[in-house]
């Protein structure tokens, strides 16, 4: 009984994780800045773009929203299934890995669609304002990535270049 005790706990707390730390799972009153799209928005402001810029990025902005609004309602309904499974006396643990799956594709599903708005809305910006967009997103966590790969900015060591034939 232990090790399914185990995973279920285990299971029970990347769910919760997940809940705090996805920013696809961030929507307005959840989380710091409204969502990412919301972040976007604000980063967006300090590009100085012209007024077509404008009009074409808002326009972006506003059809990628009934989609990533959409898919983050799913991804709360399958954490309330989640919840629900491991509220049960003796949850199924196929049951509860099974909606673990399913947290994941919805939560991938919006990272997408939030990656797609972002490069359309990149695609409209001049180099220097693509340029100042990405510090300004390195400034609030889009140094992850860097972070991650041990990037100089995230404090690790740089790649070492690859040898000359």
Request: proline share 8%; charged share 25%; no cysteine.
């Amino acid at each position: 009984m232990r090790p399914i005790r185990s995973k279920l706990f285990a299971v029970l707390a990347l769910a919760s994780l997940a809940g705090f730390t996805s920013p696809a799972l961030a929507g307005p009153g959840h989380g710091p800045g409204g969502g990412p799209g919301h972040r976007l928005e604000q980063k967006l402001k300090t590009l100085g773009l012209d007024a077509t810029q404008q009009e074409k990025v808002q326009a972006i902005l506003d059809a990628s929203k009934p989609q990533r609004d959409q898919i983050r309602g799913q991804i709360r309904e399958a954490f309330d299934g989640m919840h629900t499974l491991l509220d049960q006396e003796t949850p199924d643990q196929a049951a509860v890995l099974a909606q673990a799956d399913k947290i994941g594709q919805l939560t991938t599903a919006a990272h997408k669609e939030m990656l797609k708005t972002l490069l359309a809305v990149r695609a409209e910006l001049t180099p220097e304002q693509r340029a100042k967009l990405k510090a300004e997103m390195g400034k609030h966590g889009g140094g992850r990535w860097r972070h991650h790969r041990g990037g100089p900015d995230a404090g690790g060591t740089p790649p070492e270049p690859p040898p000359e034939d």
